[in-house]
């Protein structure tokens, strides 16, 4: 029986390295080009956010700028605004009594939204997540003023606070204007405020552990720290992001304070805050939009300066 000899096979080709019997067919890119609907709908969707932003946000906030300069009753046409360059400005922070009581509520209530909810917000955020018999009903019992509006939290703290029929003189026998006596109302607000603000750092905390890598914790079991010394040493600094998240929250909270506070008086005897002499004098009986827009951007100019961080430092962290 006679073996047959293989076929030959074809040297390869010199230049291309390929078997001159053919080459193999490229592969067909698959094409990526969007449909004229999908074109549209794509322009949509970024045109009509980018126009609301504009339009509800930045137009507002350079038109406020620019008649901080000016004197206007907001009564006729555009044609009747002076302009009086920085008075309003000097007049603020000179012959307006009160601005100064105001910078102090403001600097209160943010020295108060550190010290209080925060601290226990973390606490309640740490036990949370050793996943506790009922846990999910505490949360839930935390997290529930966050979906309440401030000023519906004041009503509500009407309840406890008022002097005729309130919980707290029911209990004590007092008969303390909680709301109305200037030397305690800010305290009083600043109670409700804590109650709701306190769910939303431990909703950010918990958010914040649940993500923390659990071999870290169980590499300083082994090195035998403490529950105390492994949050504070290993798991606090690991949230960094969340710390600067909450830090730039508290501040903004702390400025644009006002839901409660018009509530309860509007903003006066006691409860003075930049956010309620802004309205007060756009929307009052002096509307005086100039002077008001002058306290805005005073607003939006402290207020600039948080983002600012926040956003260097967020920016500083994506760095490669």
């Known amino acids: 029986m006679t073996s047959q000899a293989p076929p030959a096979v074809p040297p390869p080709d010199v230049d291309t390295g390929r078997r001159r019997f053919g080459r193999r067919p490229k592969a067909r890119m698959v094409g990526t080009r969007m449909g004229t609907a999908d074109r549209v709908a794509v322009t949509l969707m970024v045109a009509v956010p980018t126009l609301l932003v504009l339009w509800l946000v930045w137009v507002p906030g350079v038109l406020s700028v620019v008649l901080s300069f000016a004197k206007w009753e907001g009564i006729g046409g555009f044609d009747t605004i002076s ?24 600097v209160i209530w943010l020295v108060v939204l550190f010290l209080v909810p925060t601290p226990i917000g973390i606490f309640l955020a740490v036990l949370l997540d050793k996943e506790l018999r009922g846990g999910r009903f505490y949360q839930t019992a935390f997290f529930l003023p966050i979906v309440l509006s401030l000023a519906l939290v004041g009503f509500m703290w009407q309840l406890i606070y008022s002097r005729d029929q309130g919980l707290i003189n029911e209990l004590t026998g007092g008969t303390t204007d909680w709301y109305g006596d200037s030397s305690v109302n800010l305290w009083a607000v600043l109670v409700a405020t804590c ?27 082994v090195d035998g720290a403490s529950e105390t010394q ?74 600039s300066v948080f983002v600012y961080m926040y956003l260097r430092i967020v920016m500083k962290e994506e760095r490669p």
């Open 83 to 106: 302009w009086i360059g920085v008075d309003n400005y000097k007049n603020i922070f000179t012959i307006y009594p009160p601005f100064e009581p105001a910078i102090q509520h403001n």
């Open 195 to 221: 109650w709701k603000q306190t769910g939303y750092v431990m909703l950010l905390y918990l958010a914040g552990l649940k993500a923390v890598d659990p071999s870290l914790r169980e590499a300083a079991t």
């Open 230 to 303: 492994t949050f504070f040493r290993i798991v606090f600094p690991v949230m960094r992001p969340i710390n600067v998240i909450v830090l730039v929250i508290t501040f903004i909270e702390a400025l644009r304070a006002f839901e409660i506070v018009w509530v309860v008086n509007k903003g006066r005897n006691g409860l003075e805050l930049i956010s309620t002499l802004v309205t007060s004098n756009i929307i009052g009986e002096a509307s005086r939009i100039g002077f008001g827009s002058a306290l805005a951007t005073i607003m939006l100019a402290i207020s």
